[in-house]
């Protein structure tokens, strides 16, 4: 199995920054592609990046491009979301998602191809 721990979600005024993190343990071979959803209050759980493993561009939701930044450091199994610019809609439940199933940052952007999530990381934007 995969566990995922994300951290670093808070509270931020618009036009901040945060960096969310998350730590992946356990069968860290399962984790080929990695990304982060969200979910607001009253919505549904929306894909915002994923990135692969090996070299290859990251994919993100257009309503974040130019505002966000997925990474990862394969050495640590820790894989980072880089959030500026940061509006009141931003604010949600931010997860950790895993894929042994697809080999593309795009084919996470499809929640049944998640095979692992973390316990989600609260960011709340005011304005």
């Known amino acids: 199995q995969v566990q995922l721990v994300e951290s670093g979600g808070g509270l931020v005024q618009a036009g901040g920054s945060l960096r969310l993190s998350c730590a992946a343990s356990g069968r860290t071979d399962r984790t080929y592609v990695m990304g982060w959803f969200r979910q607001a209050p009253g919505k549904e759980r929306e894909f915002v990046a994923g990135i692969v493993r090996s070299v290859g561009s990251p994919y993100y939701a257009d309503s974040v491009k130019g505002r966000i930044t997925i990474s990862r450091d394969n050495a640590k199994n820790t894989m980072y979301l880089q959030m500026n610019s940061l509006k009141p809609e931003d604010t949600a439940v931010y997860y950790c998602?895993?894929?042994?199933?697809?080999?593309?940052?795009?084919?996470?952007?499809?929640?049944?191809?998640?095979?692992?999530w973390g316990q989600g990381t609260q960011v709340t934007v005011s304005s």
């Open positions: 998602a895993a894929s042994a199933s697809v080999g593309t940052a795009q084919g996470l952007g499809v929640m049944a191809n998640v095979d692992y």
